[in-house]
């Protein structure tokens, strides 16, 4: 964990070199990744200085004694726990903090769409979500007010739980309207996840950079509702920039509210109401998969 959030850390860094290094070094705070001869040797250039190196290496500790307090870890991409469908993106994230327990499903599905929705969206988002909790495929979605946290519910109520992304680090989630969904989540055995260290605050920057995770966790991603202007259209072009299938739900495509919607449609996005409208889409039999994620607790 340790090891994994320190490199994750290391300014300036190649996507490859972060690779590399988890490969090679050990983590000594005199030695090894913290020695700047060992990381100028190893780069061919120098990083930071031994001074910098060590404080680095105090915040990280810091972080990972509050990961191990709150049942979480940092996941490498270089690691088996690492989500699949996430290593198949372009700019995939070197690590991913978590807590509880990370969906190892291929199949996982990204249920997004506007924070403001009309009572039909905020209904159709959660029946979307039960639906596919009920046929044991995880929603990854972003924790915000709206239809994300009705997709985060309703797949709960359906007996699976997927993952929360967030855009600030772990410790640092909000607003406070968000709690009470992540503490559900969690609960049933779901994940908070981030690629920010754990005490980052949010930025308006950071919620579309997570965007591309969200989809790149998912098999396929369905927007629900959104106006023209929405973060979850934002989360749609990254779909399609990293070959997943976007879809939009049926009943919510009105102009205005559902403006985005009626947008991806017309560009040829797919329509589905329920889990099984997807599963029809993917030509597939389905089983629900007998594994139980394990429960855990902010």
């Known amino acids: 964990m340790v090891k994994a959030a320190f490199i994750h850390r290391l300014p300036g860094l190649k996507f490859s070199e972060r690779c590399l290094l988890f490969e090679m070094g050990s983590l000594g705070v005199f030695g090894g990744l913290a020695d700047p001869k060992y990381l100028k040797d190893v780069l061919g250039r120098p990083c930071l200085s031994a001074a910098e190196l060590n404080n680095l290496y105090e915040e990280v500790e810091t972080e990972a004694a509050w990961l191990e307090k709150h049942n979480g870890g940092v996941a490498a991409y270089n690691e088996l726990v690492y989500p699949p469908l996430l290593r198949e993106i372009y700019d ?5 903090y978590y ?3 990370l969906p190892s499903s291929n199949s996982a599905v990204a249920v997004v769409g506007t924070r403001n929705p009309s009572s039909l969206g905020a209904s159709s988002a959660y029946e979307l979500g039960e639906s596919l909790g009920r046929l044991g495929i995880p929603v990854i979605s972003g924790l915000a007010r709206g239809i994300d946290q009705q997709a985060h519910r309703g797949n709960t109520a ?7 992304v967030l855009g600030s680090g772990l410790a640092e989630v909000g607003p406070a ?3 009470p969904t992540a503490k559900e989540l969690l609960a049933a055995g779901g994940a908070l996840v981030s690629e920010y260290p754990v005490f980052t ?6 919620f579309p950079r997570r965007n591309r995770i969200i989809s790149g966790m998912s098999r396929s991603v369905v927007v629900v509702q959104a106006p023209a202007r929405s973060g979850a259209l934002i989360t749609a072009d990254y779909a399609l920039d990293q070959g997943r299938e976007v879809f939009v739900h049926r009943d919510c495509m009105q102009p205005g509210i559902g403006e985005g919607c009626l947008r991806l449609a017309a560009d040829g996005a797919g329509t589905v109401a329920v889990g099984e409208d997807l599963l029809k889409d993917w030509s597939c ?5 007998a594994i139980q994620y394990g429960a855990a607790a902010l």
């Open 92 to 96: 995939p994230p070197f690590a991913l």
């Open 201 to 206: 605050q949010a930025t308006r920057f950071s």
């Open 158 to 164: 359906g007996g699976t739980a997927g993952a929360a």
């Open 99 to 101: 807590c509880g327990s």
């Open 285 to 289: 039999a389905w089983e629900k998969p």
């Open 177 to 179: 309207s968000s709690r």
